[in-house]
């Protein structure tokens, strides 16, 4: 399997290779807490890093603080861009609960600051906007965080455009993180709005979560046709539909990671294209 091959992209002063690693996985079951093997996650990671992976995302909340630490722990934080994100606490049991506030913001980039051992995050994300606080107060807070040098890029996640919008009136807007990929297209105008402001959009569950069934025959033809998996063929498609797409597949298995860097070298053609967007 070959390593990353995908063309780059810029956020803010660092060049990224467009294929990144999702880093959400690495945590135990159901995003709570710690793996049964953290030394397996550690190696996931440094693997990534290894196959030319130099954008990896996570958050705070993945764990919560879990996963930000194995990447630290991994020694890949100096190797690769680490896009994270505040904005969610997490429930014992699971829950993901939107908290906005400007306090609140500061204290968890703080806190992700010395989780990862960085002077300053690489590119900071709003998780998802609070509807009960003010989301111009949010972004505010976080182009203060901008100004104050403690993150060097700002990115939204779970908005629609006219959030976007909004924020880019605060503070320059580096990235837009949204669910997109094959079978859920439904935030195509932002990966538009992206596209004609030359911003980054970052698909999240580019493959499906793992679940691609609704288009499985069009999808396994084309990989037929590839000598390759449904997953590659989710992945090629996300990075020849945009210049400006990010896809950061997840995975807590070596194996899949390989598949998944390796489907930076697979080309479609127009057939192809034609074919998954039917
Ligand atoms: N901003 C947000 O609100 C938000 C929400 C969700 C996710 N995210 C981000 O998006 C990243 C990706 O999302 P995701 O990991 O949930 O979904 P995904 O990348 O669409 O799919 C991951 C799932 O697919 C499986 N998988 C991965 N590669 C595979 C392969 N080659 N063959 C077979 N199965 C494979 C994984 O299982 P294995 O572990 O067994 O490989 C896992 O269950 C996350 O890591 C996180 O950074 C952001």
Same mark, same amino acid.
């Given at each position: 399997?070959?390593?990353?091959?995908?063309?780059?992209?810029?956020?803010?002063?660092?060049?990224?290779?467009?294929?990144?690693?999702?880093?959400?996985?690495?945590?135990?079951?159901?995003?709570?807490?710690?793996?049964?093997?953290?030394?397996?996650?550690?190696?996931?990671?440094?693997?990534?890093?290894?196959?030319?992976?130099?954008?990896?995302?996570?958050?705070?909340?993945?764990?919560?603080?879990?996963?930000?630490?194995?990447?630290?722990?991994?020694?890949?934080?100096?190797?690769?861009? &680490?896009?994270?994100?505040? @904005?969610?606490?997490?429930?014992?049991?699971?829950?993901?609960?939107?908290?906005? #506030?400007?306090?609140?913001?500061?204290?968890?980039?703080?806190?992700?600051?010395?989780?990862? @051992?960085?002077?300053?995050?690489?590119?900071?994300?709003?998780?998802?906007? #609070?509807?009960?606080?003010?989301?111009?107060?949010?972004?505010?807070?976080?182009?203060?965080?901008?100004?104050?040098?403690? &993150?060097?890029?700002?990115?939204?996640?779970?908005?629609?455009?006219?959030?976007?919008?909004?924020?880019?009136?605060?503070?320059?807007?580096?990235?837009?993180?949204?669910?997109?990929?094959?079978?859920?297209?439904?935030?195509?105008?932002?990966?538009?709005?992206?596209?004609?402001?030359?911003?980054?959009?970052?698909?999240?569950?580019?493959?499906?979560?793992?679940?691609?069934?609704?288009?499985?025959?069009?999808?396994?033809?084309?990989?037929?046709?590839?000598?390759?998996?449904?997953?590659?063929?989710?992945?090629?498609?996300?990075?020849?539909?945009?210049?400006?797409?990010?896809?950061?597949? @997840?995975?807590?298995? &070596?194996?899949?990671?390989?598949?998944? &860097?390796?489907?930076?070298?697979?080309?479609?053609?127009?057939?192809?294209?034609?074919?998954?967007?039917?």
């Amino acid at each position: 399997m070959g390593t990353n091959q995908s063309d780059t992209f810029d956020i803010g002063e660092y060049t990224v290779h467009r294929l990144g690693f999702g880093a959400m996985r690495l945590c135990g079951e159901g995003i709570i807490g710690a793996p049964d093997d953290e030394e397996a996650a550690r190696d996931v990671a440094r693997e990534a890093v290894d196959l030319g992976v130099d954008f990896i995302d996570t958050a705070d909340s993945y764990g919560p603080g879990t996963s930000e630490r194995l990447l630290r722990e991994a020694g890949v934080v100096d190797n690769a861009l &680490v896009a994270t994100k505040g @904005g969610l606490l997490r429930s014992h049991d699971g829950d993901w609960l939107p908290h906005g #506030d400007p306090d609140y913001l500061e204290n968890a980039a703080l806190a992700s600051i010395d989780r990862l @051992g960085v002077d300053s995050i690489d590119l900071y994300q709003l998780h998802r906007p #609070d509807p009960d606080t003010d989301f111009e107060a949010s972004v505010t807070k976080l182009a203060e965080l901008k100004d104050a040098g403690l &993150v060097d890029n700002v990115g939204l996640s779970n908005v629609s455009v006219e959030q976007l919008e909004t924020a880019r009136d605060h503070v320059e807007v580096a990235t837009v993180q949204n669910n997109y990929n094959l079978v859920n297209r439904e935030h195509q105008d932002v990966l538009d709005a992206c596209e004609g402001a030359g911003i980054g959009f970052i698909p999240y569950f580019p493959l499906g979560a793992g679940d691609l069934d609704e288009k499985a025959e069009a999808v396994d033809a084309v990989a037929d046709a590839h000598d390759a998996s449904r997953y590659q063929v989710a992945l090629a498609w996300l990075l020849s539909s945009s210049d400006v797409t990010l896809p950061i597949p @997840g995975t807590s298995s &070596v194996e899949h990671l390989r598949e998944n &860097v390796a489907a930076s070298g697979i080309e479609l053609t127009d057939d192809d294209l034609a074919r998954l967007s039917e």
